[in-house]
Nanobody, 124 residues
Framework: QVQLVETGGGLVHTGGSLRLSCAAS????????TAWFRQRPGKEREFVAG????????IYADSVQGRFTISKENAKNTAYLQMNDLEPEDTAVYYC?????????????????WGQGTQVTVSS
């Protein structure tokens, strides 16, 4: 059974930083892409960042480019999202997703597995 567990969310002030983690069991990150998405109340899930199975390729949403960094440690089967210079607009539930594609995609329905999400709240 595949399980993804996100941790690291919390409440920060504008300009603050958080580091999210996504630990996987029952599925290896080594060959497959992993991505972070977020969902605000009443909104659809939106792509944030993705990393290829090899770790050599990353993509970001324009809204987070230069502020967020996605990475992973295949040996620990864990992916990370370092979030700096946070803004109130970043407030959302953050989810990690993975599946059987080598390259990340911005389309959430193309991911097979999801975590339960972690809340990030940025106060102004």
């Amino acid at each position: 059974q595949v399980q993804l567990v996100e941790t690291g969310g919390g409440l920060v002030h504008t300009g603050g930083s958080l580091r999210l983690s996504c630990a996987a069991s029952g599925h290896s990150f080594t060959n497959y892409a992993t991505a972070w998405f977020r969902q605000r109340p009443g909104k659809e899930r939106e792509f944030v960042a993705g990393i290829s199975g090899s770790g050599s390729s990353t993509i970001y949403a324009d809204s987070v480019q230069g502020r967020f960094t996605i990475s992973k440690e295949n040996a620990k089967n864990t992916a990370y999202l370092q979030m700096n210079d946070l803004e109130p607009e970043d407030t959302a539930v953050y989810y990690c997703g993975t599946g059987f594609r080598a390259l990340p995609t911005m389309t959430p329905k193309l991911y097979d597995y999801w975590g339960q999400g972690t809340q990030v709240t940025v106060s102004s």
